[in-house]
């Protein structure tokens, strides 16, 4: 009966609800205290709670992870793309600002993206991972919704793609407002859009929608066109390089 109504998507659905409601009260209580942040505590306490059931009932992690979480867990996964494009709407409303600087802008991002695949290269050499590992970094610049197919079509792990996507989105969301400081972007509403749009992806737009309209449209923009160029550029970075 139990095993039922665990089975159940309600389960997946109100597990990530509730974890992410608590984090989100945390965050408020501490001002903002990075470790607070919600995405990173619903994952975390999510992770603790299925391993606990795991113990309690006698079954590996990832077959509760399968069995229990997973049907509700996929029903908000849809939702990562029709979400993703909604960051259409604060482009279109600052529009005027991208047809001023769209060379800088496309420029910008193609060489960040550029730089970001062979830094991702250097640092998983040093630390001498796999090759499915380093594929499945390759496109942790993309978007989850785009990051996660894009990884495992040039033989990533979607799995390691989409922890690497939650980790960059939680330390730019959780550290935003300082990265804006010591990077001097207070005054370059555009610089700090591309900026939190490209680390932080969509949750780093939702911080960028915060600082104001211009730097939301910037995000947008970001999410968009490293999303374009990470699914052409990726497959032909590592086949060049042999991954």
Known sequence: ??????????????????????????FNKT???FLFQPLFVAMVLGIIILVVMGKAMDMPTATV??????PGG???????????????????KRNDVFKKNWL??????????????????????????????VDSMMSQSATTAIALPLSTAIGG??????MACIVNAVIIYALGKWLVKWFRLNDDPI????????????????????LG?????????????????????VPIFANWMHL
Request: hydrophobic share 60%; charged share 5%; aromatic share 12%.
């Open 65 to 70: 992870y399968t069995n229990f979480y997973k």
């Open 157 to 162: 792990n979607a799995a390691i793609t989409a």
């Open 213 to 233: 309209s211009v730097q939301g449209a910037m995000a947008a923009v970001a999410v968009v066109v490293i999303g374009i160029v990470d699914n052409i550029a």
């Open 1 to 26: 009966m139990l095993k039922e109504l665990l089975s159940n998507p309600l389960f997946g659905i109100l597990l990530s609800l509730a974890v992410f409601e608590l984090g989100q009260y945390l």
């Open 31 to 33: 001002n903002g205290f």
């Open 74 to 92: 996929d029903l908000i996964f849809w939702f990562l793309t029709p979400a993703t494009i909604a960051f259409a709407v604060p482009l279109y």
């Open 191 to 210: 610089g700090a859009g591309l900026g939190m749009g490209t680390a932080g992806h969509t949750v780093g737009s939702a911080f960028a929608l915060k």
């Open 104 to 133: 800088v802008i496309l420029l910008s991002l193609l060489i960040g993206t550029f730089i970001s695949l062979f830094l991702i290269l250097g640092v998983s050499k040093i630390f001498g991972l796999s090759k499915m590992s």
